[in-house]
């Protein structure tokens, strides 16, 4: 007879498996009841008060009569959890001393538990090579985000920094481990996948060109050098050249330098890819291109005006991190293709957007504000999100 073992997710899609059922979001349709379970879980082993629990649920009190729906909840949840077990009377959530637990007694695999596990042991680990073993299945666990779909609840978006952490430091230490063997393919396979979950990691990148450079491709080094380059300033306005400074000079240092002629130079510095899309720059640049327009506008026929657009909530407070980046990716695509080839974008900052318009006059500036405006309006996700956009002429 098969053991009575549960096995529970709480990275990437929340799920509870045992050898009778699966409970998981999709079975429940309930947000909070996802929430009150795996709060449980995570704090397995203690009892959490009612003003805790409801604490946790609705932050910010935004419902009447807490104490009611928390017992309607429980009950839901109770319901619900039956499906692991139908055919027994098991108690998943106790209630002892006005508090409510998770049945410890129950044998559980927790993902979460056996991750922070596998990073002690690996840590106080002396042997590189078991270390590393530790380190890989440890990896490997990380399916995902800790409950990515609830990171709006201040707990969640805690535990989710957290985990996000122990795992970036544990492939930094797979990292180093492979560079020191010199297996360097596997070290590209490991920054590649490692890459599927937090592309904005530099790190990840650096060791990726050193793993180049290891095999002896500068060629290919150099171009990931620039296609990564290109990432970050586009995504996310910043310019990580500085950061990746040594390793761009060793590759330049790997690749044979032949001298070019006029047209070479003028292929290599004529636009590529998107011609048709509107140009995007980092900051520096953008702002040189300020300077060159305030000192041609004299001379020009032309207007040149500055824009800076911002995401704010309706109520003016900043976006959950989320879900601005979801409507900063979809303001970037705008601006990409709504604004003429002529024109010059950059991100200011976290929510906003800088433009600089080129024009006949004011109400040129206008029309195009307001067109962006409204295409905005009608692609944006998330409909408590608004678009500023102010104006202002270049002298």
Request: charged share 25%.
């Amino acid at each position: 007879m098969q053991e009575f073992r549960l096995s529970i997710r709480l990275f990437g899609e929340f799920m509870i498996q045992s050898p009778c059922g699966e409970f998981h979001p999709g079975t429940n349709n309930s947000s909070q009841i996802t929430l009150l379970v795996s709060y449980l879980i995570t704090n397995k082993g203690a009892e959490v008060s009612k003003a805790k629990l409801s604490e946790a649920l609705w932050p910010e009190g935004q419902i009447k009569n807490q104490t009611a729906a928390l017992r309607n909840l429980i009950y839901r949840a109770r319901k619900d959890l039956k499906i692991l077990s139908p055919s027994e009377e098991t108690e998943y959530i106790g209630y002892v001393n006005d508090s409510y637990y998770w049945n410890k007694d129950i044998p559980c695999t927790t993902d979460i538990f056996e991750f922070e596990q596998l990073y002690q042991q690996a840590r106080s680990e002396k042997d590189p090579d078991q270390a590393y073993v530790l380190y890989s299945r440890m990896h490997q666990l990380y399916q995902g985000e800790f409950l990515p779909t609830l990171t709006s609840v201040e707990w969640v978006l805690f535990q989710n920094a957290y985990y996000r952490n122990l795992f970036i430091d544990c492939t930094l230490r797979m990292c180093d481990y492979l560079m020191v063997k010199k297996d360097y393919s596997a070290l590209i396979t490991l920054c590649d996948r490692s890459c599927l979950m937090y592309q904005e990691e530099d790190r990840f990148h650096r060791y990726k060109l050193m793993a180049y450079l290891g095999l002896d491709t500068p060629t290919t080094a150099l171009e990931y050098y620039h296609q990564t380059v290109n990432f970050f300033t586009q995504k996310f306005g910043v310019d990580i050249s500085d950061s990746l400074q040594d390793v761009y000079h060793e590759i330049l240092s790997r690749i044979p330098s032949n001298p070019v002629n006029l047209e070479e130079l003028e292929e290599d510095l004529s636009e590529s890819g998107k011609t048709n899309q509107t140009f995007y720059c980092n900051f520096d640049i953008f702002r040189n291109f300020y300077q060159l327009n305030r000192r041609s506008v004299r001379r020009s026929h032309s207007k040149h005006y500055l824009l800076l657009l911002s995401l704010l909530e309706a109520s003016g407070n900043q976006p959950d991190s989320a879900v601005l980046k979801d409507e900063m990716a979809i303001l970037f695509e705008l601006l990409s293709t709504t604004l003429r080839r002529n024109d010059i974008y950059t991100r200011t900052s976290n929510s906003q957007y800088s433009v600089i318009l080129t024009v006949p006059n004011e109400y040129g500036s206008e029309i195009a504000a307001n067109r962006i405006q409204e295409r905005y309006d009608q692609r944006k996700h998330h409909p408590k999100i608004r678009l500023t956009i102010a104006r202002k002429l270049i002298e």
